[in-house]
Each structure stands twice: as structure tokens, then as C-alpha cells.
């Protein structure tokens, strides 16, 4: 049998509308994020997807039970805007042992390069026990623009995806270590912290 030479990761991802939840439109929230996270990582990964209503409590619920059952990452889309029933900032704060507030900042900083609207945003990051919780906006393709960032035609990096910061995050928080595929995102680690090639 052959053996992946990066280790396993569980990460959860959950989409967060009220009419995708419902069937109103069907959800693009989870396929985008399991497509994107499949291209940009090594590590073989087992997905715990939830597709939830605008709900603060079941929001909060839902997090506390995918850090539970061992996800070291957690990637939620959706409700993070200023309407009445945009909660999930605030549901992830709820369950924070920290917050982490330079992934919200950087994310505004990205998606101001593709939308003005980008300031709606009140998106937030989170730890809670050995697990990094992100939240990014609910336009399907909001995911790879925050994720992954701007490059230029060349291909070179116009403004940082906050990816890059997720598998330092998740190593420091004592997670598996993660592997990018550099053509899709460059992760950076101090050089100490990274592992010789196996
Ligand atoms: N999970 C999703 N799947 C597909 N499209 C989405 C999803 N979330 C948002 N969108 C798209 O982004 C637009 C703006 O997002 P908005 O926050 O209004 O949607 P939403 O959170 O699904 O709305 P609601 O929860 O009120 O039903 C939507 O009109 C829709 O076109
Ligand atoms: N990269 C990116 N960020 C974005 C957007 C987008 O299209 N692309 N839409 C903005 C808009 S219009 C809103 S209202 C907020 C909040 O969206 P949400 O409530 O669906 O999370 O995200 C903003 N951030």
C-alpha cells in the first residue's frame, strides 16, 4: 500500500445562507472551497462540509463540533456582511480562545482589488483549542480571490492570498504540516520552522 508522504488533515467547511441552506439557489459555497483547497494542498484531506442557515447559534454549534472532531482547519463563506441576518463574525467570536485579526484585515486588502464592496466585509479569524477558524464572504468566488490573492500576468503575487499564513498558523497551533503547491499559493515559514523534504 502506498503511503502519502505529507500528513493527513481534516478540515472543515461550511457555507452559511439562508437560500442556499434552503434551496433556493443551489450552494456553489462548498464545491468552490473543496476545489480550491484540493488543488492548493499535498496533504491528502478528509472534508467535514455542513451547509447551514444565517443562524448565530447553529453557526457557533456547528464550529464547536468540527473543532471537536479534529479539524485543524476550519473555512466558513457567507454571512459576514452587514445585513440583519449576516451573524457568522459573530458567531466565531463566540467560540474563540483567540481572535487572530490580521486575516480579516488582509482579506479586506485583497478583495478591494477586485470589489469596492469589499469594505462590507466584516469577516474575522479565529483559534479555538488546536484549530484556525476563517471566515470569508459568501460570493462563490470571493473563496480563491481571498484565499489564494492577485497575481500579475506573469504570475507573480500583486497582493498576498491569506493561505500563505494558514500552514505556519496551523503548525504553531500544533496541527499537521501543511504543503502548498506553489503554483497555486507559496506558503511562507520562517526558515527554521520548515521541514526538510522527506
Ligand atoms: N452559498 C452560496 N452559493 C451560491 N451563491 C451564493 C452563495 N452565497 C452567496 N451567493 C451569491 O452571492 C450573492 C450575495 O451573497 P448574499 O450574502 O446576499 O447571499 P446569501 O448569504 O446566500 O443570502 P441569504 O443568506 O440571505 O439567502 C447571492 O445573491 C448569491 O448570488
Ligand atoms: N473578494 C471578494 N470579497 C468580497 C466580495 C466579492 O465579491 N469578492 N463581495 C463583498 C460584498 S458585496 C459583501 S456584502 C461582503 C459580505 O458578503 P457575505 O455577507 O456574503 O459574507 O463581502 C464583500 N467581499
Given at each position: 500500500m502506498s503511503e502519502s508522504l505529507f500528513d493527513p488533515i481534516k478540515i472543515g467547511i461550511v457555507s452559511i445562507s439562508d437560500r442556499a441552506s434552503t434551496g433556493v439557489y443551489e450552494d456553489k459555497g462548498l464545491p468552490a472551497l473543496q476545489e480550491w483547497l484540493t488543488k492548493a494542498l499535498h496533504n491528502p484531506i478528509t472534508f467535514e462540509p455542513r451547509l447551514i442557515p444565517d443562524e448565530k447559534e447553529r453557526i457557533s454549534a456547528t464550529l464547536i463540533e468540527l473543532v471537536h472532531v479534529?479539524?485543524?482547519?476550519?473555512?466558513?463563506?457567507?454571512?459576514?456582511?452587514?445585513?440583519?441576518?449576516?451573524?457568522t463574525p459573530e458567531a466565531t467570536l463566540a467560540v474563540a480562545d483567540k481572535e487572530m485579526p490580521g486575516f480579516g484585515e488582509q482579506m479586506r486588502q485583497i478583495s478591494l482589488k477586485f470589489v469596492p464592496t469589499a469594505i462590507l466585509s466584516r469577516q474575522v479569524a479565529v483559534i479555538r483549542g488546536q484549530s484556525l477558524i476563517i471566515n470569508l464572504p459568501g460570493q462563490p468566488k470571493s473563496i480563491a480571490e481571498t484565499l489564494e490573492g492577485l497575481k500579475d500576468a506573469e504570475g507573480k503575487a500583486v497582493v498576498h492570498g491569506i493561505f500563505a499564513a494558514v500552514p505556519y498558523c496551523v503548525d504553531l497551533i500544533g496541527g499537521p504540516y501543511m504543503e502548498t503547491r506553489d503554483e497555486v499559493c507559496k506558503a511562507f515559514r520562517p526558515k527554521t520552522a520548515i521541514r526538510p523534504a522527506r
Open positions: 479534529g479539524c485543524s482547519l476550519v473555512l466558513t463563506t457567507g454571512g459576514t456582511g452587514p445585513a440583519l441576518r449576516d451573524v
